[in-house]
């Protein structure tokens, strides 16, 4: 079966307390919003109509989609002064970055949830790269290193559904094999400062203010 090579074996719970998540507690981070796209939204549905039969995993519904960038931190631990000077800061930096282009194809099961690769990753790291340096700007370096988020190991990707119980992964890997879909290509122009929750074992964000990045791609 075609990207099994990025599959795990069990999947576990995505929705564990996390350490200093509570209900009702709201967090700040940098991503990507992705619903605005109909043809990334298609490609996520076709996937989706497949993991349905599947009750351990919760899918993700267009408007909460987002490719994962960088944490910022707790609101209750980030003076809404600092918040106001972190946008300008983030506007500034990412003014100065190619805009990226990213392809989303076929989806991998990982421990947590089954998602979208968005490759080339290296473009998007560049934004990413803009973007903790902007939080280092303000918040301090150690901020950054506190974040979910860290410097090394990243992996860009939407994600399609997250588990919500220990699973084996391989039956969902073969319902995704399945599925026939053209890959989606898409210039990702602009980056949210989101404020979000996560009591409905889901992300759902209250504030998503768009900040543009700069540099138009060539060609």
Do not use: K
Request: charged content about 20%; proline content about 8%.
């Amino acid at each position: 079966m075609p990207g099994l090579v990025e599959h795990v074996d069990e999947m576990q719970d995505h929705w564990w307390w996390r350490p200093g998540w509570r209900a009702g507690r709201h967090f700040y981070a940098c991503h990507f919003v992705m619903g605005g796209s109909a043809d990334l939204v298609e490609l996520v549905h076709r996937y989706q109509d497949e993991l349905r039969r599947f009750p351990g995993l919760d899918l993700i519904p267009a408007d909460w989609l987002h490719l994962t960038m960088q944490g910022v931190g707790f609101v209750d631990g980030v003076a809404h002064e600092q918040v106001t000077r972190l946008e300008r800061a983030i506007r500034e930096r990412i003014a100065l970055v190619p805009v990226p282009l990213a392809t989303f194809h076929q989806p991998v099961v990982r421990p947590e949830a089954v998602y979208l690769p968005a490759r080339p990753s290296t473009p998007i790291a560049a934004v990413r790269d803009a973007v903790r340096a902007a939080i280092a700007d303000i918040l301090g370096a150690d901020n950054v290193e506190l974040a979910p988020e860290h410097a090394q190991g990243y992996r860009p990707h939407v994600s399609v559904a997250y588990s919500n119980s220990a699973q084996p992964a391989e039956p969902i890997a073969a319902a995704l094999a399945t599925v026939t879909a053209e890959p989606v290509t898409l210039a990702l122009r602009h980056v949210a400062l989101l404020e979000f929750h996560r009591d409905a074992r889901m992300y759902q964000w209250s504030r998503a203010d768009q900040m543009p990045i700069g540099v138009e791609p060539r060609g």
